[in-house]
């Protein structure tokens, strides 16, 4: 899958959602800041310069939307199953959209798509994942955590980006 990586953006999701008429084919795009990441229910998602993941991945698929349900919940058993087979990190699924570290948020998932019909038009897959963050702004200091907090240890971002889009890169 093709990658655009920028240093500074608003936010990944807003990006592809503005200008996905611009891709022809899957793309992912890649942030090492954003300045105004998005959750569900558009809550504010911290992402810290250069320390955590934030990527949007595009699918332009065409088929049914019957293939959605359940979207979310797979995308999050791929994400932990692939931190606990490539890093040997357990995570816990907290429906619908986030993933835990001993009863923190590490991960926050955000999907929308676009129809046309009974047809997807585009899905864009968007992931929030605290990879070696140590400073949280205070409202979010007991309530979210990093790779790096839970374990003392500096991660690769790059290569578990990398991971992220190959595991995700085939899920419609």
């Given at each position: 899958?093709k990658t655009e990586?920028?240093k500074?953006?608003?936010?990944?999701?807003?990006?592809?959602?503005?200008?996905n008429?611009k891709?022809t084919?899957?793309?992912?795009?890649?942030?090492?800041?954003?300045?105004?990441?998005i959750?569900?229910?558009g809550?504010?998602?911290h992402t810290g310069?250069?320390?955590?993941?934030?990527?949007?991945?595009?699918?332009?698929t065409?088929?049914d939307i019957?293939?959605?349900e359940?979207?979310t919940?797979?995308?999050?058993?791929?994400?932990?199953?692939t931190?606990?087979?490539n890093?040997?990190i357990?995570?816990?699924?907290?429906?619908p959209?986030?993933?835990?570290?001993?009863?923190k948020?590490?991960?926050g998932?955000?999907?929308?798509?676009?129809?046309?019909?009974?047809k997807?038009?585009?899905?864009?897959?968007s992931?929030?994942?605290n990879?070696?963050?140590?400073?949280?702004p205070?409202?979010?200091?007991n309530i979210?955590?990093?790779l790096y907090?839970?374990?003392?240890k500096?991660?690769?971002?790059?290569?578990i980006t990398e991971?992220?889009i190959k595991?995700?890169?085939?899920i419609?």
């Amino acid at each position: 899958m093709k990658t655009e990586k920028f240093k500074q953006i608003k936010s990944t999701h807003t990006y592809l959602k503005e200008n996905n008429n611009k891709y022809t084919e899957n793309i992912a795009i890649i942030a090492e800041e954003q300045t105004e990441g998005i959750g569900t229910k558009g809550r504010k998602w911290h992402t810290g310069s250069n320390k955590n993941i934030a990527i949007s991945i595009l699918n332009k698929t065409q088929k049914d939307i019957t293939k959605l349900e359940g979207l979310t919940t797979e995308i999050a058993k791929r994400i932990q199953k692939t931190m606990q087979e490539n890093y040997n990190i357990r995570l816990n699924i907290k429906e619908p959209n986030d993933l835990m570290l001993n009863g923190k948020k590490i991960c926050g998932i955000l999907t929308e798509c676009n129809t046309i019909g009974n047809k997807i038009n585009y899905i864009i897959i968007s992931l929030g994942f605290n990879v070696n963050e140590d400073n949280f702004p205070s409202e979010l200091e007991n309530i979210s955590t990093s790779l790096y907090k839970e374990t003392g240890k500096i991660f690769d971002k790059e290569k578990i980006t990398e991971d992220f889009i190959k595991t995700l890169e085939n899920i419609i």
